[in-house]
């Protein structure tokens, strides 16, 4: 630097050295903002790992059986059990009538019954544990758990066997817009839906009959953290059942079916336990004011399953699989679960030629489509000729099957034998009750029933045509195939999919239809 005319004057390299300066101190200030941004989205991440880490943990509950008799099954007996916290005790409970269920409960505060023992419960909870098998429950219950209820019965699900078509039916709602969250909709003639109805919720009568039911984005999450989305679950139903005072309170645990498509009965049990020590914790707090019925609105195969080749299959013979049906050779079929059903609409002239080729389809087993004047379906068995024609009233409570070339639905021997005891009219026709008691634990468990429910009913747009897969086959959206391989799935009508169990703090029928589960003084109530 120099002088001139008493002015300071900069040499060419004495700016450059300052430009360089200035160059470093932006540079630097710009990498210390950088620097802040990225430790800023370091501890994002650090505390959604946390949350993803702490969320969803084991259920802890204050309740532990410590003793339980050596023969849990038929023979009286007490059980001891160890109330934690602040305030230890050790109550007993005694089944005084030697049927496996506690029926009293001894307390330092005092002595109180199960719930219809002495007095009906002032308050009730309803929970719908989704997708568990009757065997599943039965098998845990005959080990000594479940105790606070009577032994698990059977429920019949609906036709298809999955939970938008059965909890409609056992809440008695509105149809649904479909038998899944996509749907095709006959009245604009297009696919509607998809996963913006699972994150919603949206136009789904039977959830707003619910006070419980998991937000969409703990749905859509249950296939990629199943464990931790189910204990969540469970969780939530906890908190928002004691922050309510409903007198009767409606549950769904949603998670429960995810697991039991991935894992096996097996590996599901012990989070089936923590659900059992969440249930007893809120029992036993209400000292016999709470009357508790516990279901699952399906069964499930456990059957290691991958896709059934419906689409390409169909699309080799001629027919074209679109988003609307315009011609006859036009066909929509809803993709979106992997369930063991298919739904599929098309042009009235199309049905019974598409449903005879559908018999080819690698993986099916009985393909049923409804006549247009919703009086009678009929029955095809796949791989064979056999067919039959199921009949109805126009109230339901009477049925006709006539089988051609076999028996597709094992009916035949079950209106010979109604026939030979005087219960088949002389029309042929059997009574909604006897057929129910003739084939509600059958290889398709009342069938004739849930196949009239399935033309008639359940949804806004009923398909023209079900197609009914085997154990080991599903079908549903391609990208959801990527994604997880499933030990089991639900949705036909044999009966691994149809049979689901249902157990209360009072005794149930040994099967019950899924529609007469509740009592009527409960359905009156919400």
């Not at 279901?295 to 080749?309: C, E, K, L, V, W």
């Not at 799935?489 to 239809?513: D, I, N």
Request: charged content about 25%; overall charge positive; some cysteine.
């Amino acid at each position: 630097m120099q002088k001139v005319f008493g002015l300071r004057v900069f040499s060419f390299g004495e700016r450059i050295k300052q430009c360089g300066t200035t160059f470093r101190g932006a540079r630097q200030r710009v990498m210390s903002r950088r620097s802040i941004r990225w430790h800023i989205l370091i501890a994002i991440i650090v505390l959604i790992a946390l949350r993803i880490y702490f969320w969803g943990g084991p259920i802890r509950t204050k309740y532990r059986i410590v003793r339980a008799p050596e023969k849990l099954a038929g023979a009286a007996g007490q059980w001891v059990i160890e109330r934690q916290g602040n305030n230890p005790q050790r109550w007993i409970a005694r089944d005084r009538d030697r049927d496996g269920t506690w029926d009293e409960f001894a307390t330092p505060e005092g002595t109180f019954t199960r719930p219809g023992v002495q007095s009906l419960p002032r308050r009730w909870l309803v929970v719908c544990v989704d997708g568990v098998p009757l065997t599943a429950m039965q098998s845990l219950w005959d080990r000594g758990h479940f105790r606070e209820f009577f032994r698990p019965t059977a429920t019949v699900s609906s036709f298809p066997a999955d939970t938008e078509t059965a909890l409609t039916e056992v809440l008695h709602a509105a149809p649904v817009p479909g038998y899944e969250h996509r749907y095709y909709d006959r009245a604009t003639n297009r696919m509607r839906g998809g996963p913006w109805v699972t994150l919603s919720g949206a136009n789904i009568p039977y959830i707003r009959a619910l006070n419980y039911d998991p937000p969409g984005w703990a749905k859509a999450l249950s296939y990629i953290m199943p464990r931790k989305t189910y204990r969540a679950d469970v969780g939530r139903f906890r908190k928002r059942f004691l922050g309510s005072r409903a007198s009767v309170f409606l549950a769904h645990i949603a998670a429960s079916d995810a697991l039991l498509h991935l894992k096996t009965v097996e590996e599901v049990e012990p989070l089936l336990i923590e659900f059992e020590n969440a249930l007893r914790e809120i029992y036993l707090d209400t000292h016999g004011d709470l009357g508790v019925i516990v279901f699952s609105d399906h069964g499930n195969t456990q059957t290691r399953s991958h896709s059934a080749p419906l689409e390409p299959f169909l699309t080799q013979r001629g027919w074209r699989v679109r988003e609307s049906i315009e011609e006859p050779r036009d066909i929509a079929i809803p993709s979106y679960g992997l369930v063991g059903f298919a739904a599929i609409y098309c042009r009235p002239e199309s049905i019974e030629r598409l449903a005879d080729e559908l018999r080819r389809i690698e993986g099916a087993d009985v393909i049923v489509s409804r006549h247009l004047d919703r009086k009678g379906a009929t029955i095809r068995a796949a791989a064979s000729a056999t067919t039959a024609e199921l009949e109805w009233t126009p109230d339901g409570r009477r049925y006709r099957y006539i089988a051609r070339d076999g028996d597709p639905l094992d009916l035949v021997a079950v209106f010979d034998e109604l026939r030979a005891a005087g219960k088949l009219g002389a029309d042929g026709f059997a009574s909604e009750g006897d057929l129910f008691a003739a084939t509600s634990s059958a290889s398709y468990p009342d069938s004739a029933t849930r196949i009239r429910v399935w033309a008639t009913n359940h949804v806004r747009s009923p398909a023209d045509i079900l197609v009914s897969f085997k154990p080991g086959y599903y079908h549903g959206a391609r990208q959801f195939q990527r994604v997880v391989s499933f030990a089991g799935t639900h949705g036909g009508l044999e009966k691994s999919s149809s049979l689901g169990f249902a157990m209360a703090t009072y005794p149930l029928a040994p099967t019950v239809r899924l529609r007469d589960l509740l009592p009527a003084n409960l359905l009156e109530r919400f």
